[in-house]
Nanobody
Framework: QVQLVESGGGLVQAGGSLRLSCAAS????????MGWFRQAPGKEREFVAA????????YYTDSVKGRFTIARDNTKNTVYLQMSRLKPEDTAVYYC????????????????WGQGTQVTVSS
């Protein structure tokens, strides 16, 4: 069992930065792939970024490449999403998720989810 708690969301102007954190419970955190997803009002939850348990493999959706960076610290059971050059279209509730190290872009592949943190980017 893994419990996930996100933090770091907020209101920021376009062009600004935020760092989201996701703290995980459980001693097996290092064996899970970790992903970030987001859901805007009226839209489906979509993949943002993921990192395999090996930490060397990272994946991003095209719209955030070069602006967002995913990182994990297995000693702190925490995964981060550094977001830079934010745009109004990045506004959404951001969720972290944990799952097996396969099909990392698929919502259905993740077993555990946090409660989400709101990110609002004003123009």
């Amino acid at each position: 069992q893994v419990q996930l708690v996100e933090s770091g969301g907020g209101l920021v102007q376009a062009g600004g930065s935020l760092r989201l954190s996701c703290a995980a419970s459980g001693r097996t955190f290092s064996m899970y792939a970790m992903g970030w997803f987001r859901q805007a009002p009226g839209k489906e939850r979509e993949f943002v970024a993921a990192m395999g348990w090996r930490a060397g493999s990272t994946y991003y959706t095209d719209s955030v490449k070069g602006r967002f960076t995913i990182a994990r610290d297995n000693t702190k059971n925490t995964v981060y999403l550094q977001m830079s050059r934010l745009k109004p279209e990045d506004t959404a509730v951001y969720y972290c998720a944990a799952g097996p190290d396969s099909q990392l872009r698929a919502v259905t592949e993740y077993d555990y989810w946090g409660q989400g943190t709101q990110v609002t980017v004003s123009s």
